[in-house]
């Protein structure tokens, strides 16, 4: 046996070698096969993307005009003071430039939206791969949508969740990144983005919630709205307060980690109270009736697109006075109300005896029967005649007692009928006193109307067109043709004067009758409103105590058909005041806004002016599209004498002094305040319009189907009480006025006379002593120079 050659590999090691080798060189053709792979699914997913851009692009939304970005805004109406008003539309935004929106704001949305969207060029790749670690660790999850997929979404794209749109996404947001700077593209963000309650934009958010403007944010509130855009009802302030709070205080934490903010001002903000206004705030200014004026005259000229190119429409309306004038009429509505029977509950519901199932039917019912203003809705718990125990719809439990219970004695009575019988379950309403008491009313059935305008110049300065927008959208200011009663006679004396009668003129107060021969119809026998005939009285004093028999024998003298083209003069309708006697006691129809219009004539001097609403109307950048200027009074305008609007002033200022308004100088003491109070026959109508030199004003109180106010009830007692609490805050500081007295007009013995009848043979011997003593009638002689002038007998 020999030895093994040295160079012989034992066949043991040779065998164990080999497989060996043949692993690891399978194991690196693996490789290279996976590496193979992987690089040509790569390169097959680039293509695919390539061709899908190819095919995509072309399909995607020209976004250009982003570059120019106009979105729909709202048309807003606004008072002369440029305060808001009323706005109109799908959408409110308010578009703010970037430059505008306060870091604050901007800070609170980049720390809960895209914290580095300064620094990605459209796609946050961190920010995706941060989220799924959320995601597979069920942490909170910051999200991975930037604020550039949030604009390309929300403005091109539908919501639906499709492999196809998240493409269209992304290429939409790459194409957003060339196109427009970061700053555009978060200017566009934060003015489109709905934020709930209809606001769009952070904008009209802060005024929609907070009532404040964008700029004047705190860091509380700006973390407040900036949780809206994630889920604007989850997260609403007004419905989900214990969310959104919650929310909050998530983001304001973000500020601080991103160090937009101090822990300072992160503690203060967490510990700030929040003001969110709430859906029936009572602070806005009640001008519903002219917005929707302007909303219908936009419309006319701008169709549709009035609604969204985001018009800014400045009224002449002042805010305060509009203010004043629409408590003042539901004031006196509602004084008026105290005054009727108790018509009953609105509805009865049956509370459930669980807490929760009656909370439930509470809440229900209140949401059927809203508040109307500062008249309440209530749900009766307990009731008997000397208290009632009642729950809001906010859960406040209200208790009225004494007083407070008057208005609806009969419903508490044990013999009230069923229908009007207070008791559990019955949905009431209630107002609350200035002494903090509860008082029990209803919602009243009576309207109103109330206009006041600069009589200089024709601009509205107040318009409430009914007691409440909501419950009656019909405007009675423009809308409502009435009869004027016995605030229709200046008219007729002004015609008087043009045909030689005068303010010392003495008229009998005597009974008149005309039988059928002479109406033409009934037999006609006109009263006065207090029954009572006192004999010949001067024609000042026949106005000023409203006597229809003076009016009557005045029309008579002055001829019907000629007094019918004289008050077109003030531009009344002829048609509506046809030529008979009757027109004497404002028998026609008018506006409340015809009347306003009509009574300045006498307050500026004899010039007819139009009324007008609208002084300027801008775009949404301000540039002005049409201007209004207040016409200045000049003699084209003129549509009676001076002298004659001069004398007819003295008499109509003879009414609020020691007339049928005489509570107008009493309460305001002050003598420059003119006008006449009208009831109509039956008292159908109340009224009294009357001026200041620098502002006229009209209130209209009657019933929209017409049926008796009640026998008491006169133009003095209902809307001469409005027309006062208006005047005491609108003629605050407004100096007394005195009147010019105009070239033709000469005074003697204390009366207004035109020239030519003063000189007149015996005018002296009129002796104007009726002032002396004002409630007793006197006959005054006149002198027999000129058959117009005589002592007017006709009918006696």
């Given at each position: 046996m020999t030895d093994p050659s040295p160079n012989t590999v034992p066949k043991s090691a040779s065998t164990t070698e080999k497989p060996k080798k043949t692993r690891w060189h399978w194991l690196i053709r693996l490789g290279i096969w996976t590496a193979g792979l992987m690089l040509a699914g790569v390169a097959t997913l680039v293509l695919l993307a390539g061709m899908a851009m190819a095919v995509a692009f072309p399909n995607l939304p020209d976004i250009s005009d982003l570059s120019d970005y106009r979105p729909k805004l709202p048309l807003r109406v606004y008072s002369a003071e440029g305060k808001l008003i009323g706005e109109f539309g799908e959408e409110r935004r308010h578009l703010t430039p970037i430059k505008d929106i306060p870091k604050v704001m901007k800070d609170a949305v980049l720390a809960i939206e895209d914290a580095r969207f300064y620094e990605h060029g459209g796609v946050d790749y961190k920010g995706i791969l941060r989220a799924a670690l959320a995601n597979l660790g069920r942490i909170k999850s910051q999200g991975a949508s930037t604020i550039t997929m949030q604009v390309a979404r929300n403005v091109y794209l539908t919501?639906?969740?499709?492999?196809?749109?998240?493409?269209?996404?992304?290429l939409l947001t790459f194409k957003l990144e060339h196109l427009l700077s970061k700053d555009q593209i978060l200017e566009i963000y934060m003015n489109q983005i709905f934020l709930g309650n209809r606001a769009y934009g952070f904008a009209?958010?802060?005024?929609?919630?907070?009532?404040?403007?964008?700029?004047?944010?705190?860091?509380?509130?700006?973390?407040?709205?900036?949780?809206?855009?994630?889920?604007?009802?989850?997260?609403?302030?007004?419905?989900?307060?214990?969310?959104?709070?919650?929310?909050?205080?998530?983001?304001?934490?973000?500020?601080?980690?991103?160090?937009?903010?101090?822990?300072?001002?992160?503690?203060?903000?967490?510990?700030?109270?929040?003001?969110?206004?709430?859906?029936?705030?009572?602070?806005?200014?009640?001008?519903?009736?002219?917005?929707?004026?302007?909303?219908?005259?936009?419309?006319?000229?701008?169709?549709?697109?009035?609604?969204?190119?985001?018009?800014?429409?400045?009224?002449?309306?002042?805010?305060?006075?509009?203010?004043?004038?629409?408590?003042?009429?539901?004031?006196?509505?509602?004084?008026?109300?105290?005054?009727?029977?108790?018509?009953?509950?609105?509805?009865?519901?049956?509370?459930?005896?669980?807490?929760?199932?009656?909370?439930?039917?509470?809440?229900?019912?209140?949401?059927?029967?809203?508040?109307?203003?500062?008249?309440?809705?209530?749900?009766?718990?307990?009731?008997?005649?000397?208290?009632?125990?009642?729950i809001r719809q906010n859960g406040e439990p209200i208790e009225i007692t004494g007083d407070g219970l008057k208005a609806a004695e009969s419903g508490l009575s044990d013999k009230a009928a069923a229908n009007i019988k207070i008791r559990r379950g019955a949905v009431i309403r209630v107002v609350q006193t200035p002494k903090k008491t509860w008082s029990i009313t209803q919602l009243p059935e009576v309207e109103g109307a109330f206009v006041a305008l600069d009589p200089r110049d024709g601009s509205i300065k107040a318009m409430v067109g009914g007691f409440d927008f909501e419950k009656n959208k019909f405007n009675h200011v423009t809308q409502a043709w009435r009869q004027p009663g016995s605030s229709f006679k200046p008219f007729i004396y002004s015609a008087a004067l043009e045909h030689g009668i005068t303010p010392a003129t003495v008229i009998n107060d005597s009974p008149l009758f005309f039988d059928a021969g002479v109406t033409g119809g009934q037999p006609w026998e006109p009263k006065n409103y207090d029954g009572k005939f006192e004999g010949p009285m001067t024609m000042r004093r026949g106005l000023a105590k409203s006597k229809n028999m003076i009016s009557i024998r005045i029309l008579a003298t002055v001829g019907a058909q000629n007094a019918q083209d004289w008050i077109t003069r003030f531009g009344f309708d002829p048609d509506k005041h046809p030529a008979y006697l009757t027109m004497a006691l404002g028998a026609g129809s008018v506006t409340p806004m015809q009347m306003a219009s009509a009574y300045a004539v006498f307050a500026n001097g004899g010039y007819r002016v139009n009324p007008w609403l609208i002084s300027r109307v801008t775009d949404q950048k301000g540039n002005v599209l049409s201007q209004m200027q207040a016409p200045v009074l000049d003699e084209s305008m003129r549509t009676i004498d001076a002298r004659n609007a001069f004398v007819m002033g003295s008499l109509l200022q003879e009414v609020t002094r020691s007339g049928t308004a005489a509570s107008a100088q009493?309460?305001?003491?002050?003598?420059?305040?003119?006008?006449?109070?009208?009831?109509?026959?039956?008292?159908?109508?109340?009224?009294?319009?009357?001026?200041?030199?620098?502002?006229?004003?009209?209130?209209?109180?009657?019933?929209?189907?017409?049926?008796?106010?009640?026998?008491?009830?006169?133009?003095?007692?209902?809307?001469?009480?409005?027309?006062?609490?208006?005047?005491?805050?609108?003629?605050?500081?407004?100096?007394?006025?005195?009147?010019?007295?105009?070239?033709?007009?000469?005074?003697?013995?204390?009366?207004?006379?035109?020239?030519?009848?003063?000189?007149?043979?015996?005018?002296?011997?009129?002796?104007?002593?009726?002032?002396?003593?004002?409630?007793?009638?006197?006959?005054?002689?006149?002198?027999?120079?000129?058959?117009?002038?005589?002592?007017?007998?006709?009918?006696?």
């Open positions: 919501s639906e969740k499709t492999y196809t749109r998240k493409i269209y996404e992304i009209a958010a802060a005024e929609s919630y907070f009532g404040k403007s964008l700029q004047n944010l705190t860091v509380a509130e700006a973390a407040m709205l900036a949780g809206l855009p994630k889920a604007p009802s989850a997260y609403n302030p007004i419905n989900n307060p214990k969310r959104a709070r919650s929310r909050q205080l998530y983001i304001i934490e973000r500020m601080l980690v991103n160090g937009f903010i101090t822990p300072e001002q992160a503690d203060a903000a967490k510990l700030e109270p929040l003001t969110v206004k709430s859906n029936s705030d009572n602070t806005r200014i009640h001008a519903e009736f002219v917005a929707e004026t302007v909303r219908q005259l936009m419309f006319a000229q701008y169709g549709d697109a009035t609604y969204t190119r985001g018009l800014n429409v400045y009224t002449t309306l002042n805010a305060d006075q509009q203010d004043t004038a629409y408590k003042a009429l539901r004031r006196g509505i509602m004084n008026y109300e105290l005054r009727q029977f108790y018509r009953g509950p609105e509805k009865f519901v049956s509370l459930p005896g669980d807490p929760q199932a009656m909370d439930d039917v509470i809440d229900e019912v209140l949401q059927e029967h809203p508040d109307n203003g500062d008249v309440m809705s209530a749900v009766v718990l307990e009731a008997s005649p000397k208290k009632i125990q009642a009493a309460s305001l003491k002050r003598p420059d305040l003119y006008g006449k109070t009208g009831t109509t026959n039956d008292s159908l109508d109340a009224w009294f319009a009357g001026y200041q030199p620098s502002l006229m004003a009209v209130t209209w109180i009657g019933y929209d189907t017409p049926r008796k106010l009640g026998a008491r009830e006169t133009g003095g007692g209902l809307s001469l009480p409005v027309w006062i609490e208006f005047m005491a805050q609108a003629l605050k500081n407004v100096p007394v006025m005195d009147p010019v007295v105009p070239e033709g007009v000469i005074n003697v013995g204390g009366e207004w006379f035109y020239d030519e009848y003063a000189g007149s043979s015996g005018i002296s011997s009129l002796g104007m002593t009726h002032d002396e003593n004002p409630d007793q009638p006197q006959v005054i002689p006149m002198p027999p120079a000129d058959e117009k002038r005589r002592i007017l007998d006709l009918f006696r």
